[in-house]
Each structure stands twice: as structure tokens, then as C-alpha cells.
């Protein structure tokens, strides 16, 4: 049964689940397992594997997975497979978790760090909880299939790596100020993610081969040293909080990728953080994060950087910036007009 909470348990590096073959190789390996996606993703890919009938995740209200959870569990599958983005992985991880079946994962572009994860992200009451741990016995990564994926997609992947810079910062805050343990080490093989990433910004841009490959493994990286932290403080902080408590006030979802990008920006700017280099890492791998591109209105984000405090607290997030110096009116509008002067140029 799949638990509340994050449980930091995997003795396993998620580098070791990859497999890098082609989807239809792993559906055909599998016959008559229970295949999860999303109506956009197959819309696009569906017509490629013309014998695979895949139930369509309701999304991840936690309510709606139950119910979604309960009606496949008349069916008698060998395992689970996740076809999709971050919610289709994270939906198939519920219903594995509740069928209590083995699972493979199969982004169709690496838009999040969901697939290396073995956590669930769902919705509860409009708030985003984490749930696990469930891990899968495999990650199918088709290279082929996720460059088919609109470029801006894989391009806005690089928000679950970017967020290290602001995390990290935050991470040093709360040892400061509350006594959290804090591990050098692992910030430190934290901050060479970002730097790997800044030599290969190429490749991200152009969605290369190398730049997928890359990025898959950086995101298991990633997860590996959040694993070993016992916690996400070497990848999450103040951004990942700003972009659900701006979804919570919004009441929408947002493209994660560039979301986590501008709320790293902006994160950083009032962090005194060095802004601009998380606006030349992100430029020069193509990813376009400005609010308007996002559907996201600038009031609705100067409302979401003043009240990260207010929504931290109530939900008993992780100390970060937003409680040790919260937000002001000033601070805030200072942040939003230096991203309208500097965010989105091209170097």
C-alpha cells in the first residue's frame, strides 16, 4: 500500500533501472499488462503501437486515483506501465502501488524528474502531497520516441535540475538559522549537476541523442543524492514551493519544466542569489520560462511570491528563504521587473 509522506528507503540507484530500447520492445515483452497514459500524449503516439489499449489517467487528484485505482483492480495484469509525462508516471506509480504490481516507466519526453522518482505527487485539495515509496523494475528510455516530443518539452525538463541552485541556497539557510543537518558533500555533487548541465546546454537545446541520454542521467543523479540526503533538499526549496502555492491560489497546473525555471529565477533574485546565471543556463538551453508563454499572469505571481510564506507554513514545508526573510511588496516588485528587463534574451 502506498504511503503519505516521502519514505527515503531506495538502496538502489536509479541508474540501474534504465533500459534504453525502443517502447514497442517493452510492450511486446509484457503482453496484457495494465498500460496508464494521457490523452495528449497519445494522440500524439498512440498510432505507433496500434495493438495497445491504454487506460487514460483521470489526473492526480487523490481522490480520482482511488476511484481510478479501485475500477482496474476487476482486471488480472502481469504489471503496470506508465506511457506519458509526469502524470502518467506518477498516475501509473498510484495504481502499481495499489494493485501491488511490479511497474515500468516510459516517459514520452522528460519534461520532470517523475520517472526516476519513487515518490507520487498527487493533489489534495488543491495542494500538492508526496506519497511512496513505490519504485519500478524498469525506465524505459526510447530515445526516438521522447525526441519525437515537441522540443520545448524536453527543453523545460531541465526545471527539476535548474531548482538545485535555489535549493541549495536554501538548504545552507536552514542549517543556519534551525540546526538542519547539512551535508557538504552531497551539495557539492548537487552543484556539479548544474555545472555538467552548463557544458552540455547545447545539446539540451537541440534535443540531441546526447542531450536525452544526458539528461536522464542527471535526473537519476539527482534523485540519487536526494536518496542519500534522506530528504529533496539537494533539488527542492523555495521554487517548487512558489510554483504550488501559485497553482493552489490559480486553481491550474502549469507546464512543471519552465514553471520550476521562472520560480527559480525569481527564487533567486530574492535570495540574492545570482539570478542571471539561472537566466543564461536556461536560455542557452532553449527554454522559454517567461510568464506570459506559461498562461501565467503576473499578478497571479506577484500574489503567489507574497504569500510562499503563508502557504509554507500551513503546510509545513521545508524551512527555506521564504520563512528565514519572507517576501515584501518591494523585494517582490524589484524581482518581477528585473525578469521583464533580463528574462528570455538570448546570449
Not at 538502496?11 to 525502443?22: K, T, V
Not at 493533489?123 to 523494475?137: C, F, Q, S
Not at 536556461?282 to 506577484?302: K, Q, T
Not at 511570491?305 to 514545508?317: F, G, H, I, K, V
Request: net charge negative; charged share 20%.
Amino acid at each position: 500500500m502506498i504511503r503519505a509522506g516521502i519514505i527515503y528507503c531506495v538502496n538502489i540507484h536509479p541508474y540501474q533501472l534504465i533500459a534504453y530500447e525502443p517502447l514497442a520492445t517493452a510492450l511486446e515483452a509484457v503482453p496484457g499488462a495494465c498500460v496508464i497514459s494521457q490523452a495528449e500524449v497519445w494522440d500524439a503516439i498512440g498510432d505507433q503501437f496500434p495493438r495497445t489499449r491504454p487506460f487514460m489517467t483521470p489526473g492526480l487528484y487523490e481522490e480520482a486515483l482511488n476511484s481510478f485505482a479501485n475500477n482496474l483492480s476487476s482486471g488480472s495484469y502481469p504489471c503496470v506501465i506508465g506511457i506519458g509525462g509526469g502524470t502518467a508516471c506518477d498516475s501509473a506509480k498510484f495504481v502499481a502501488a495499489h494493485l501491488d504490481l511490479p511497474l515500468i516507466l516510459a516517459p514520452s519526453a522528460l519534461t520532470v524528474d517523475a520517472p526516476f522518482t519513487d515518490s507520487v505527487a498527487v493533489r489534495r485539495e488543491g495542494k500538492i502531497h508526496y506519497m511512496g515509496p513505490i519504485v519500478p523494475t524498469k525506465i524505459v528510455i526510447d530515445t526516438a520516441l521522447i525526441q519525437s516530443a515537441p522540443p520545448a518539452l524536453n527543453r523545460g525538463g531541465i526545471g527539476d535540475l535548474i531548482s538545485i541552485h535555489t535549493a541549495l541556497h536554501d538548504w545552507r539557510i536552514a542549517a543556519d538559522r534551525q540546526g538542519e543537518p547539512y551535508d557538504h558533500e552531497i551539495a557539492r555533487c548537487s552543484a556539479e549537476i548544474l555545472k555538467t548541465l552548463e557544458r552540455h546546454a547545447h545539446d539540451i537545446q537541440e534535443v540531441s541523442e546526447a542531450g536525452i541520454i544526458l539528461l536522464a542521467q542527471l535526473f537519476c543523479e539527482e534523485v540519487a543524492l536526494c536518496y542519500e540526503a534522506k530528504s529533496s533538499r539537494p533539488e527542492e526549496g523555495s521554487e517548487h514551493h512558489i510554483l504550488y502555492n501559485l497553482e493552489y491560489r490559480t486553481g491550474k497546473t502549469y507546464l512543471h519544466g519552465p514553471a520550476v525555471v521562472l520560480c527559480a529565477i525569481l527564487a533567486a533574485h530574492l535570495q540574492g542569489n545570482t539570478p542571471a546565471y539561472l537566466t543564461r543556463l536556461a536560455n542557452s538551453c532553449g527554454v522559454d520560462y517567461m510568464p506570459e508563454s506559461l498562461g501565467i499572469g503576473w499578478d497571479a505571481l506577484s500574489e503567489a511570491l507574497l504569500t510562499a510564506n503563508e502557504y509554507t507554513q500551513q503546510d509545513q514545508l521545508p524551512y527555506t528563504f521564504l520563512q528565514a526573510f519572507p517576501p515584501t511588496p518591494q523585494r517582490v516588485e524589484a524581482a518581477l521587473n528585473w525578469l521583464s528587463k533580463h528574462g528570455g534574451e538570448r546570449s
